[in-house]
């Protein structure tokens, strides 16, 4: 019975793409907890208040049973003035608020049109949507008005929805949202900006890259509370419309449990510390422009200019190896391999925290230059 799965995972390891869980070692470089709040004394101070005014660990049942809290509503509210926004609904991770948008308010005679480098949770949303999907390539927006223009030529005449990251989460740079906003409005399309890698550490008060976009008819954006705010979740920031339309037809909102009242107390302080976190953000964005600099000098290395700095060394068990020799170095450093990322560009992913100090940076980078310089050998 078992045999055709051990054939699959005896076949991802002879390919070097067999994954295995690892525990936390090293200096972080690896996580996506940019601000470093996740452990954080003030995170912690608003775990122990709610508990204390007696906010419950469980729900005890979906939405729209007994599981709406009013934890729950006052977070949504306060992220829907945070980040200026109609309305917002609370989702018990960004992977589940991706999915249920997708698979739920583009409908049959619509267009799903999205960038080549869309996350994963976006291509399981339009697995199961009703309306047709497209891609175009990578930030190139005359390609998708190209779509644009066949699509209805076709004769394509539903709404269009064009899907896109402010920050790409495996290469770190960001869309061309000007225009990408302006393709949208000459369209009547609606623009879906996943802020994941962005929300906290850019934009006034770490609102996000897509912060003057935001609370426009046609602007829907997604802001996961499990990076840079240190906690879990995803908040959707759109339309009171859509929000209603989410809760009386998406399915992965309607028959979940509802996410922990505890948690989402905690995002709501989460969000008062990020709006004050402008030391913070500066510390990092500093060190974003110190490794950069050490990238270019020790690696011959473009910068991406984000907190997240792809190494491309193209075959997997060449990613693999330079992950084991940083590793040994102390570094928690990991190989990205395809298909979370295109087949030949098995990297390295370094992620910017405050976990790792300037020198630490420094230190890092010296060994990845080394490291890299060994594995031509």
Same mark, same amino acid.
């Given at each position: 019975?078992?045999? !055709?799965?051990? $054939?699959?995972?005896a076949?991802?390891?002879?390919? #070097? ?15 996506? +907890? ?7 004394? *003030? ?26 809290h009013? *934890? ?29 948008? %997708?698979?739920?308010? @583009? $409908?049959?005679?619509d %267009? ?9 949770? =976006? ?13 175009? @390539?990578?930030? &190139? ?11 209805r ?19 770190? &740079?960001?869309?061309?949202?000007? +225009?990408?906003?302006? %393709?949208? =409005? ?13 929300t ?34 995803g ?7 859509? !929000? &209603?339309?989410?809760?009386?037809? #998406?399915? @992965? ?26 030391d ?11 490794? #950069? ?13 984000? $907190? ?18 940083? $590793? =040994? ?9 395809? @298909? ?18 300037? +020198? ?11 490291a ?6």
């Amino acid at each position: 019975m078992l045999e !055709r799965y051990a $054939q699959d995972l005896a076949s991802l390891a002879a390919r #070097g793409r067999l994954r295995a869980l690892a525990p936390r070692a090293g200096v972080d470089f690896a996580s996506n +907890d940019y601000l470093a709040l996740a452990e954080s004394p *003030e995170l912690g101070a608003a775990v122990t208040a709610a508990l204390a005014r007696g906010v419950p660990v469980g729900a005890g049942g979906s939405r729209l049973l007994r599981g709406n809290h009013p *934890e729950h509503e006052a977070l949504e509210e306060e992220a829907a003035r945070f980040f200026g926004a109609e309305s917002a609904l609370y989702f018990s991770a960004g992977f589940a608020a991706n999915e249920a948008l %997708l698979s739920t308010v @583009p $409908q049959r005679h619509d %267009l799903i049109l999205y960038d080549a480098l869309a996350h994963a949770s =976006a291509h399981e949303g339009m697995r199961l949507a009703r309306a047709p999907n497209a891609r175009f @390539p990578h930030n &190139d927006v005359g390609a998708a008005e190209d779509a644009i223009r066949s699509w209805r030529e076709k004769g394509g005449r539903g709404n269009i929805w064009i899907v896109v990251e402010s920050l790409y989460s495996m290469d770190g &740079d960001k869309a061309p949202l000007d +225009d990408l906003s302006a %393709l949208a =409005a000459k369209n009547d399309a609606f623009l879906l900006i996943d802020e994941a890698h962005a929300t906290g550490v850019y934009g006034p008060h770490g609102r996000g890259l897509a912060a003057r976009f935001e609370g426009a008819e046609n602007v829907i954006s997604l802001h996961t509370c499990g990076k840079a705010m240190g906690v879990v979740g995803g908040l959707l920031c759109l339309p009171r419309t859509l !929000r &209603d339309f989410m809760i009386n037809r #998406g399915r @992965p909102f309607i028959f979940a449990t509802a996410p922990s009242p505890l948690i989402a107390a905690c995002v709501r302080a989460a969000l008062t510390i990020v709006a004050a976190a402008d030391d913070r953000r500066a510390e990092l964005l500093s060190r974003i422009d110190f490794a #950069g600099a050490e990238l270019r000098r020790l690696c011959a290395i473009e910068p991406s200019g984000s $907190q997240i700095q792809p190494v491309i060394v193209g075959a997997d068990v060449r990613a693999t190896t330079l992950a084991s020799r940083m $590793q =040994a170095h102390g570094y928690d450093l990991r190989a990205i391999r395809p @298909p979370t990322v295109p087949d030949g560009s098995a990297r390295l992913r370094i992620a910017l925290t405050l976990h790792a100090s300037r +020198d630490d940076v420094a230190r890092m980078i010296a060994h990845l230059g080394e490291a890299l310089a060994g594995l031509e050998r």
